[in-house]
T-cell receptor, first 115, second 113 residues
Framework: EAGVAQSPRYKIIEKRQSVAFWCNPI?????LYWYQQILGQGPKLLIQ????????DSQLPKDRFSAERLKGVDSTLKIQPAKLEDSAVYLC?????????????FGPGTRLTVT | AQKVTQAQTEISVVEKEDVTLDCVYE???????LFWYKQPPSGELVFLIR??????QNEISGRYSWNFQKSTSSFNFTITASQVVDSAVYFC??????????FGTGTSLTVIP
């Protein structure tokens, strides 16, 4: 079974530029998560999708971050414009849909450096 | 306030020693779930265990064991006879009824050969 795929793996941009990350979850997983992990910290949930719909985006900085999940499969996270403090690893995870919070399967992450 | 506290930032042990990683959580929900994840140097988080709030039985899986105590809001993780491959950052996480996930800051474990 293929795991969660993310691209690119690394990205370096200058502040005020835009960047987009892509995630392809495990086939059949209805729930998709985007996390931000700053060096030395635990992952922080940015947004959670259930199929096409947003379940929780309370910690997403909506003035500069946006995310979409078209057709309930792939997802894209965008930052526009980027700030220095956005330097982090962006993790995508997916899980089965259900009442229980099922275990999440994580992708390898995208390491973003903003200079 | 931190929902999940992992007070141990870094731990070093010599191979074959036992080690316990502490996790203290905070929630007002009666139904919640606790998780442990491992993040090896490669970076990809790996699921280890899920526990629901109604099941306080301790669990053992090979060299890994988990002690869940609601009275102290703790969900500690013990590795018996540690091995070099256990070197990683370990995260404890809490999921409340609304499916919000909260991760702790992680404990970096180094097992010295």
């Amino acid at each position: 079974e293929a795991g969660v795929a993310q691209s690119p793996r690394y990205k370096i941009i200058e502040k005020r530029q835009s960047v987009a990350f892509w995630c392809n979850p495990i086939s059949g997983h209805a729930t998709l998560y985007w996390y931000q992990q700053i060096l030395g910290q635990g992952p922080k949930l940015l947004i959670q999708f259930q199929n096409n719909g947003v379940v929780d985006d309370s910690q997403l900085p909506k003035d500069r971050f946006s995310a979409e999940r078209l057709k309930g499969v792939d997802s894209t996270l965008k930052i526009q414009p980027a700030k220095l403090e956005d330097s982090a690893v962006y993790l995508c995870a997916s899980s089965l849909e259900g009442q229980l919070p099922y275990e999440q399967y994580f992708g390898p992450g995208t390491r973003l450096t903003v200079t | 306030a931190q929902k999940v506290t992992q007070a141990q930032t870094e731990i070093s042990v010599v191979e074959k020693e036992d080690v316990t990683l502490d996790c203290v959580y905070e929630t007002r929900d009666t139904t919640y779930y606790l998780f442990w994840y491992k993040q090896p140097p490669s970076g990809e988080l790996v699921f280890l265990i899920r526990r629901n709030s109604f099941d306080e039985q301790n669990e053992i899986s090979g060299r890994y064991s988990w002690n869940f105590q609601k009275s102290t809001s703790s969900f500690n993780f013990t590795i018996t006879a540690s091995q070099v491959v256990d070197s990683a950052v370990y995260f404890c996480a809490l999921s409340e009824a609304g499916n919000q996930f909260y991760f702790g800051t992680g404990t970096s474990l180094t097992v010295i050969p």
